[in-house]
């Protein structure tokens, strides 16, 4: 493992990052985080009220190599085992541009320890352009998608694959087959020995399901199954691609819901879980012009709620900068709040809801930072 330390910005200081952010302007961002921290509800699994918490900490993404562009985002799980670089409660986030900021040449994790300084726990040799893609199994290994270009362009990029990391840091496999083709964002049901992880396909615009069986030894791909296409996917010089990103799997509902960037809406897979066919598009549940601005990475809330980032390529509104929508799954438009006072820096983004409080986990990529909020849940 490549130990670097990497500074740890909190909200009462500046950040520092490879594009930085003018002061001025972090001292607005500050200042209503800071009011909206002083009225920060406390929320229960099943409550109507907003989710969206007040921002208490912000981490620089950038690792000794210079890679920037942080764009997947995941919680380590308490079932994780012990005695690797990663421990449960750490959250890893993974770049996509290399030090020179070509879009698909990043190569490195890093992981975001509750206390201790952030380092790098993986780091890869290209060609890489490692995405949202990003998932962590509880038998000890983290799976991250690989979408990586020649010179910074979606014009250039090739179908990447899934790389296999185990806790320490060391690339044990990788997955590639015809249907990954892009993997742009994921999602990941677990259940320890065997796993569906949901794939969102950014050059062709489907969404795949990987059945993996996992052991303490490796992960074995069982059955690969296109469950989802059709939609919308376009190379684009400022987002890379805009396609198929955001997906959130719920198990209970086996509901996939797919955020589909350039269709500026959100979908919902029925028996994503076992379906054996593709279902097209799914069903449309939340488009909303006023709101969404080309949706990206996606988590669900512990109310039930869906919060979703922005590109703000598509549809794009200067008065709602990098803004994160919170919505119900039945159309509900919720609340949303500004990442950053410019434009495009909202994407990947988790919830972790172990123990009596939430995190909530999200990336400001025009900055390089990485933003944590802790929210106290009733019993």
């Not at 009462?12 to 952010?21: A, D, L, Q, V, Y």
């Not at 909206?36 to 989710?51: E, G, H, Q, Y």
């Not at 677990?190 to 050059?203: I, P």
Request: glycine letters at 10%.
């Amino acid at each position: 493992m490549n130990r670097q330390d990497v500074q740890i910005n909190r909200i009462t200081r500046s950040p520092f990052s490879s594009r930085g952010m003018k002061s001025s302007a972090w001292k607005l961002f500050a200042a209503a985080t800071l009011a909206a921290v002083l009225c920060s509800p406390v929320l229960k699994a099943d409550d109507d009220r907003p989710f969206l918490p007040d921002q208490v900490r912000a981490v620089s993404t950038v690792p000794g190599n210079g890679d920037v562009n942080p764009y997947g985002v995941a919680f380590v799980p308490p079932e994780f085992p012990a005695g690797g670089a990663i421990n449960p409660g750490d959250i890893l986030v993974s770049n996509f541009n290399n030090n020179m900021n070509l879009q698909g040449t990043g190569t490195t994790i890093v992981d975001v320890p509750p206390t201790a300084p952030v380092f790098q726990y993986f780091g890869g040799t290209a060609p890489l352009g490692l995405t949202t893609a990003l998932n962590v199994l509880k038998k000890g290994f983290v799976l991250v998608g690989n979408f990586p270009s020649t010179d910074g362009t979606c014009g250039n990029s090739s179908a990447g694959s899934i790389l296999v990391i185990d806790k320490n840091g060391n690339l044990v496999s990788s997955i590639t087959d015809p249907l990954i083709d892009g993997p742009w964002d994921s999602a990941l049901f677990d259940e320890g020995g065997h796993a569906k992880f949901f794939v969102a396909n950014g050059l062709n615009g489907t969404v795949v399901r990987v059945d993996l069986s996992v052991s303490s030894s490796g992960v074995t791909v069982k059955k690969i199954t296109q469950i989802a296409s059709s939609y919308t996917f376009q190379c684009d010089a400022v987002t890379f691609v805009d396609a198929p990103t955001g997906l959130v799997y719920d198990a209970n509902r086996d509901v996939l819901y797919v955020a589909s960037s350039a269709d500026n809406a959100v979908y919902a897979v029925y028996d994503a879980g076992d379906r054996t066919h593709d279902g097209g598009r799914g069903m449309l549940i939340y488009t909303d012009a006023k709101h969404l601005h080309g949706p990206l990475g996606m988590t669900m809330a512990p109310n039930g709620h869906l919060l979703v980032a922005n590109n703000d390529v598509i549809n794009s509104d200067p008065n709602q900068p990098s803004e994160i929508v919170e919505f119900t799954v039945d159309s509900h438009f919720v609340k949303e709040i500004s990442m950053d006072p410019a434009q495009g820096g909202s994407f990947g983004l988790a919830v972790d809801t172990t123990g009596k409080t939430a995190k909530f986990a999200a990336v400001d990529d025009a900055t390089n930072l990485f933003l944590i909020w802790t929210l106290k849940l009733h019993e």
